[in-house]
């Protein structure tokens, strides 16, 4: 069973930065699609960025221009480079990857970011 495995997260002031990896416990073959998705307290799980394997990256509105994602889809790993982090992204975030074969979505344990005021 292929697990995700996220890091890098933790506990900045506003303004500041961090960058979360995730990295696959095997290559995972026919990826479609990976992203980081992200839950505050008392509120829905999100989709925060996401990025095909062709390359093709898109955002949430709130994460535009302050959220970078990357990823390399032969070493099965992703990334998601955060500045000027507001309050408002203390979430937990979660790697997730979907591949075409069998359908398989694999999700990570998740990383908690707490960026205070």
């Known amino acids: 069973q292929v697990q995700l495995v996220e890091s890098g997260g933790g506990l900045v002031q506003a303004g500041g930065s961090l960058r979360l990896s995730c990295t696959a416990s095997?290559?995972?073959?026919?990826?479609?699609?990976m992203g980081w998705h992200r839950q505050a307290p008392g509120k829905e799980r999100e989709l925060v960025a996401q990025?095909?394997?062709?390359?093709?990256?898109t955002y949430a509105d709130s994460v535009k221009g302050r959220f970078t994602i990357s990823g390399h889809v032969a070493k099965s790993s992703l990334y998601l480079q955060m500045d000027s982090l507001k309050p408002e992204d203390t979430a937990v975030y979660y790697c997730n990857v979907y591949s075409f074969y069998r359908g398989n979505n694999y999700w990570g344990q998740g990383t908690q970011v707490t960026v205070s005021s």
């Open positions: 095997e290559d995972i073959i026919s990826i479609h699609v």
């Open positions: 990025i095909t394997s062709g390359g093709s990256a």
